[in-house]
């Protein structure tokens, strides 16, 4: 029997342990700060929920709902207050609508031209240059609506004022073309090449491709994408304070000036109303109509992602 002779090299494992225990230190460390990360978000979200909660419950213990639903003028500024908040809500989606049918066929077609289209050196390029309309000032798209393109439609629409929601929702449209085209284009990218192939072996043409195969696949993507400009739309303010006016007013007029939700905040916010009044208080309870809107379009957008999304190896 023999035996292997003694090993001179020392024990590696013994080295080792300190590197490894520093090693589940620090990642103990880097998970404890996320997790503060996430939970200062969360509790950032909670206050201004219940903020938002607690100054509407005060507005209305003196302003009964029903009033706040029903009235059909919205003045709470004036002598006379009204508190109808159909008049606001009117405002904001006929600008809305305005932008949306302006930003989501364009942003569209412009993500099926990057994704399908465009040469792959074209594509590294142009889309940066797309999302850099993103970074414009809202502020500045305010007074580009108002002092160009008020002006260009007041050459052939002699009826419409210089404050109005049609060239806030033009601009306000062309303003979330980055962001339909930018998430549409990555949904649509994403679809795996081996269903275009399958399609082009069956005969069908590009635009057959396009129509019946890759857009039904990204349906999903594309639909939150919608959604998330539509969000994006209503929430916004720069541009509709400058471009649409400060006049509330119940209709659908898009040529005459109107007054939005966020329009409405800002105006209350510049401090000429007294905090703690009456029509202090309305800005919480606008901010909680905006924000029940909104929460709804995201929960819908939520469910339907879910539902509709395919799923390929």
């Known amino acids: 029997m023999t035996t292997s002779p003694p090993s001179n090299e020392p024990d590696k494992s013994n080295l080792w342990q300190p590197n490894r225990t520093l090693s589940k230190r620090v990642e103990t460390g880097v998970k404890a700060l996320f997790a503060l990360f996430a939970f200062v978000s969360v509790l950032t979200t909670i206050g201004i929920v219940l903020t938002l909660i607690f100054e509407t419950v005060e507005f209305f213990q003196e302003v009964s709902i029903w009033r706040f639903l029903t009235d059909t003028q919205w003045t709470p500024l004036f002598t006379n207050k009204q508190f109808g908040i159909i008049v606001l809500i009117s405002a904001t989606l006929l ?28 594509r590294k390029w142009l889309k940066p240059a797309l999302e850099v309309l993103a970074g414009v000032p809202t502020v500045v798209f305010g007074y580009f609506a108002l002092f160009t393109v008020t002006p260009f439609l007041q050459t052939f629409i002699p009826g419409i004022q210089g404050f109005n929601a049609l060239s806030a929702g033009i601009v306000l449209g062309i303003s979330i073309i980055p962001l339909v085209a930018s998430l549409s284009e990555d949904a649509i990218y994403s679809v795996p090449r081996s269903l275009r192939e399958g399609a082009y072996a069956l005969g069908s043409t590009k635009r057959e491709t396009i129509t019946s195969v890759v857009l039904p696949a990204a349906l999903s993507g594309i639909v939150a994408s919608f959604i998330l400009a539509i969000s994006r739309a209503i929430g916004e303010t720069m541009i509709v304070t400058i471009a649409a006016g400060q006049n509330p007013q119940l209709g659908f007029n898009p040529l005459v000036p109107i007054q939005t939700m966020t329009a409405y905040i800002v105006q209350v916010s510049k401090g000429d109303t007294p905090a703690g009044s009456l029509a202090y208080k309305t800005i919480f309870a606008v901010g909680m109509t905006l924000f029940l809107i909104t929460l709804a379009l995201n929960v819908f957008s939520y469910w339907f992602v879910r539902r509709f999304r395919e799923k390929y190896e």
């Open 95 to 122: 600008i809305s609508v305005i932008a949306i049918a302006v930003a989501l066929p364009l942003g569209l077609l412009a993500a099926i031209c990057l994704s399908e289209y465009a040469p792959a050196k074209l």
